[in-house]
Nanobody, 121 residues
Framework: VQLQASGGGLVQAGGSLRLSCAVS????????MGWFRQAPGKEREFVAA????????HYADSVKGRFAISRDNAKNTVYLQMNSLKPEDTAVYYC???????????????WGQGTQVTVSS
């Protein structure tokens, strides 16, 4: 089971990035996919989640209206479109998978390696 996150980079405030998370090794048809982020010296925090089967979506208040999570079942890939980026969005972003809908990082069974997002002011 592997989750491969990509798409991070350096962007100016107000800019956009799209993160991808490719899932391989097993079918995630019944899994909930989440994005989390961790800034230096801070705890890992929930960003967004989507149910692989129902498409139900949940966002952290800090990203509502700016970020959008989506999935492509045919490609076994989850995306995080990030618009209107702010310096406080700077963090390592991780994708994760769990069998139950949750925003709690410790509940997730599988994790990708993380991709760095840096937003300059």
């Amino acid at each position: 089971v592997q989750l491969q996150a990509s798409g991070g980079g350096l962007v100016q405030a107000g800019g956009s990035l799209r993160l991808s998370c490719a899932v391989s090794g097993r079918s995630f048809a019944n899994y909930n996919m989440g994005w989390f982020r961790q800034a230096p010296g801070k705890e890992r925090e929930f960003v967004a989640a989507i149910s692989w089967t129902t498409g139900h979506i949940h966002y952290a208040d800090s990203v509502k209206g700016r970020f959008a999570i989506s999935r492509d079942n045919a490609k076994n890939t989850v995306y995080l479109q990030m618009n209107s980026l702010k310096p406080e969005d700077t963090a390592v972003y991780y994708c994760a998978a769990d069998s139950t809908p949750t925003t709690v990082a410790s509940s997730y069974d599988y994790w990708g390696q993380g991709t760095q997002v840096t937003v300059s002011s």
